[in-house]
């Protein structure tokens, strides 16, 4: 339940982020496809379905709130090729954990508004494995290489996702491997 109108205003504007986050991602994804980087392609569903999930908890910490709201969020937009879509992910991924997130933290903390708190904690630490992933990928793709991965692991709980391994609890939310969902 969120009490104070500013921390209710951040999780509407986290949540719209994270809401056109998962669409652009769906999109950059199909490129990606297109251009014969398949595993690229997953890297971007992956972390699509990770924003689904960092969007449906900052939803679910405003139970309380009713009624239509003007949503203000940032995003990336343009459709360019791969490595210009990676770069706008990690530009996107950047702002949130430089910028956005440890803003709205202050803001949930000082307000005591703990749901706002954690799930803006689990977003913030989530995305920094994001930029990871797609820093990584774009340097394959730079090389005129698929992301060389065999699969990702996505924690349904917080959106942490990991390549090539699923964790027996995650490092972020502490859930275990059972709530990972795999993408290959």
């Known amino acids: 339940m969120v009490e104070n109108d500013m921390t209710s205003e951040n999780l509407r504007s986290a949540f719209g982020g994270e809401s056109q986050a998962y669409q652009r991602y769906q999109v950059w994804g199909s490129k990606a496809d297109e251009e014969g980087y398949p595993m690229v392609a997953t890297l971007f569903k992956a972390v699509a379905h990770a924003e689904q999930v960092h969007a449906r908890n900052h939803f679910e910490a405003m ?29 996107g991924e950047r702002h949130e954990i430089d910028q956005m997130y440890p803003a709205y933290s202050l803001v949930a903390k000082n307000q005591e508004e703990n749901e706002a708190v954690k799930t803006f904690h689990y977003a913030l630490e989530a995305e920094k494995a994001h930029a990871d992933l797609f820093s990584e990928a774009k340097e394959a793709v730079e090389r005129g290489s698929d992301y060389d991965i065999d699969y990702l692991g ?9 390549k090539n ?7 972020i939310c502490g859930e275990s491997h059972d709530e990972f969902e795999k993408f290959s």
Request: hydrophobic letters at 40%; proline letters at 4%; aromatic letters at 6%.
């Open 63 to 91: 139970d309380n709130v009713q009624g239509d709201h003007l949503v203000a969020s940032g995003a990336v937009f343009g459709l360019n090729d791969t490595a210009e879509n990676l770069a706008g992910a990690i530009e």
């Open 165 to 171: 391994e699923i964790p027996d609890y995650c490092p």
């Open 154 to 162: 996505v924690c349904e709980v917080c959106g942490f996702t990991i």
